[in-house]
């Protein structure tokens, strides 16, 4: 099994599927597995073009993507639950991301997206390594 692991992605589908193009001459027909590390949202111009690629290829074949939530992510779902989370939000990129869905405010992004946003995990682990999008504190015991 091959492992390839994607970070940031931040709302850039062509480079997403550049990379996946990539990653697929690569392995050559071999297996593999991809963790996405997170950021899918904010700053770049097609967030919601990068989930719905996400989306696709996890329903396409599950076992062979796994994706993270980021910072980014948290967030987006911060500014549905916190008062003047949405200021801080748009801030830092998050008016991209109401751009690209075609919406004015984070509570008008489509529910489904928003409850696979919210439905996914911090942590991956694997027999040989662990995911996470800005890591743990090296001082804690290893996730179990």
Do not use: K
Request: with cysteine.
């Amino acid at each position: 099994m091959t492992d390839y692991a994607i970070g940031d992605i931040h709302g850039c589908a062509d480079a997403l599927l550049r990379l996946l193009e990539r990653i697929n001459l690569h392995r050559a027909g071999r297996p593999a597995r991809i963790v996405c590390l997170g950021d899918y949202v904010d700053r770049g111009p097609e967030s919601a073009r990068v989930i719905e690629i996400l989306r696709h290829l996890q329903r396409d074949a599950p076992s062979a993507l796994t994706c993270l939530m980021g910072n980014h992510e948290a967030l987006l779902l911060a500014a549905l639950r916190e008062p003047g989370g949405e200021a801080h939000w748009l801030v830092n990129g998050g008016d991209a991301t109401l751009a690209s869905f075609g919406v004015e405010e984070a509570a008008a992004i489509p529910r489904d997206v928003l409850d696979w946003i919210e439905a996914l995990p911090t942590l991956h682990q694997d027999p040989r390594r662990w995911y996470v999008h800005a890591g743990f504190h090296p001082a804690s015991p290893a996730p179990d």
